[in-house]
């Protein structure tokens, strides 16, 4: 079973380079999201989407930009990569029901140099 | 205000011991979930339990339970006979309603438990 599958899991960009992660789920789940990880922070959302074709900014947005064209997919752009954006990145998925939770990809390590 | 608060950054356990992880949140939502998620040295995040805010029993899996104290806004997990394997970081999340029909999701920032042999 795939389940959430992110690529790359490892990434070195310079700085003002963009890119794109990559996020698929392959359990029909409604919501998506895109976490980044920072030591001591947590888990902090970048974006998330409610379903195919709708994307909203969750508290980190800056710098970042989503598409989910397809239900299964998840996109997460940076257009112009800073230092400030080297991270561990995370793709979620869920179904819309309260008590449901959330389905994780194995993270991108990014590194902005 | 934090919306979910672990006040312990890391803990140690002797092996085959119980340990409580500590979590509290903060909502005006009367329907929310807490999730505990474990995060093992290799990354992945591993859902572990659930607890609904209208429940009335505490969850309980396996060896983790979930000590839920609704009127304290508590909800603590419970590892009982501890394992090397358990040696993770974990993270207490709470989903809750945010109008429109989408529930937000805020994670804490994590306890790192060591098991010691």
């Known amino acids: 079973n795939a389940g959430v599958t992110q690529t790359p899991k490892f990434r070195v960009l310079k700085t003002g380079q963009s890119m794109t992660l990559l996020c698929a789920q392959d359990?029909?789940?409604?919501?998506m999201y895109w976490y980044r990880q920072d030591p001591g922070m947590g888990l902090r959302l970048i974006h998330y989407?409610?379903?195919?074709?709708?994307?909203a900014k969750g508290e980190v947005p800056d710098g970042y930009n989503v598409s989910r064209l397809k239900k299964q997919n998840f996109l997460l752009g940076l257009e112009s990569a800073a230092p400030s954006q080297t991270s561990v990145y995370f793709c979620?998925?869920?179904?819309?029901?309260?008590?449901?939770?959330?389905?994780f990809g194995d993270g991108t390590r990014l590194s902005i140099l | 205000a934090q919306k979910i608060t672990q006040t312990q950054p890391g803990m140690f356990v002797q092996e085959k011991e119980a340990v409580t992880l500590d979590c509290t949140y903060d909502?005006?939502?009367?329907?929310?979930?807490l999730f505990w998620y474990k995060q093992p040295s290799s990354g992945e995040m591993i859902f572990l339990i659930y607890?609904?805010?209208?429940?009335?029993q505490n969850a309980t899996e396996g060896r983790y339970s979930l000590n839920f104290q609704k009127a304290r806004k508590s909800a603590n997990l419970v590892i009982s006979a501890s394992q090397l394997g358990d040696s993770a970081m974990y993270f207490c999340?709470?989903?809750?309603?945010?109008?429109?029909?989408?529930?937000?999701?805020?994670f804490g920032t994590g306890t790192k438990l060591q098991v010691i042999p």
């Open positions: 607890q609904g805010s209208y429940d009335q």
């Open positions: 999340a709470m989903r809750e309603g945010m109008g429109g029909g989408y529930q937000k999701v805020t």
């Open positions: 909502t005006s939502d009367p329907s929310y979930g």
């Open positions: 989407s409610v379903g195919e074709g709708t994307t």
């Open positions: 359990m029909n789940h409604e919501y």
């Open positions: 979620a998925s869920s179904y819309q029901q309260r008590n449901q939770p959330q389905h």
